[in-house]
Antibody
């Protein structure tokens, strides 16, 4: 079945970098965008950006520009999200999520995050 | 960026109740709204896409409506497993944005 399996929890010091992996199975990796969403403790969902696994093209939220890099390795159907210059307020659960496009006649396609990874807790603490 | 404002932030209801959660966009976004359910310690789950289309496997007591700037998620008859936090999300433009969430609690 379709699965996204993320790497394990990380503890990092302020100023360090973290790289979270998202290994996919059960579908054609290059056929679906991969999004990254984070959730700080007790808070809501925050969209970080997305990658087109086919082309490698990315879109990032402005607030993360220069700190976030989303990449992929198509040979192993895995997406990565690296966040640098970590701060304490980067402490959160980070999710990868597959986007599926839905097509209706007469309109542009719609996309939604239909499959999610289990989440990776990243703790930033000195 | 498009802001998504959900109301209420929290809601107490009983099993069997009909519940409606509202999401308002800061600009018109056609029907580019999705709804997710999240339970504690779990990843979100897609319920509704394109404002009113039910995701496969989701019970029919969930429904969505709206277009333009105002959207609703309705649960027709609450079940014990529906107590969770619900989020709307706009996919009209990047950056995609989520509402702040509505926590649905047992009365």
């Amino acid at each position: 079945q379709v699965q996204l399996v993320q790497s394990g929890a990380e503890v990092k010091k302020p100023g360090a970098s973290v790289k979270v992996s998202c290994k996919t199975s059960g579908y054609t990796f290059t056929g679906y965008y991969m999004h990254w969403v984070r959730q700080a403790p007790g808070q809501g969902l925050e969209w970080m950006g997305r990658i087109n696994p086919n082309s490698g093209g990315t879109n990032y939220v402005q607030k993360f520009q220069g700190r976030v890099t989303m990449t992929r390795d198509t040979s192993i159907s895995t997406a990565y999200m690296e966040l640098s210059r970590l701060r304490s307020d980067d402490t959160a659960v980070y999710y990868c999520a597959r986007a599926t496009y839905y097509y209706f006649s007469g309109s542009m396609p719609y996309d939604a995050l239909d499959i999610w990874g289990q989440g990776t807790m990243v703790t930033v603490s000195s | 960026d498009i802001q998504m404002t959900q109301s209420p932030s929290s809601l107490s209801a009983s099993v069997g109740d009909r519940v409606t959660i509202t999401c308002r966009a800061s600009q018109s976004i056609s029907s580019y709204v999705n709804w997710y359910q999240q339970k504690p310690g779990k990843a979100p789950k897609l319920l509704i896409y394109a404002a009113l289309s039910l995701q496969s496997g989701v019970p029919s007591r969930f429904s969505g409506s709206g277009s333009g700037t105002d959207f609703t998620l309705t649960i027709s008859s609450l079940q014990p497993e529906d107590f969770a936090t619900y989020y709307c999300q706009q996919s009209y433009s990047t950056p995609q944005t989520f509402g702040q969430g509505t926590k649905l609690e047992i009365k």
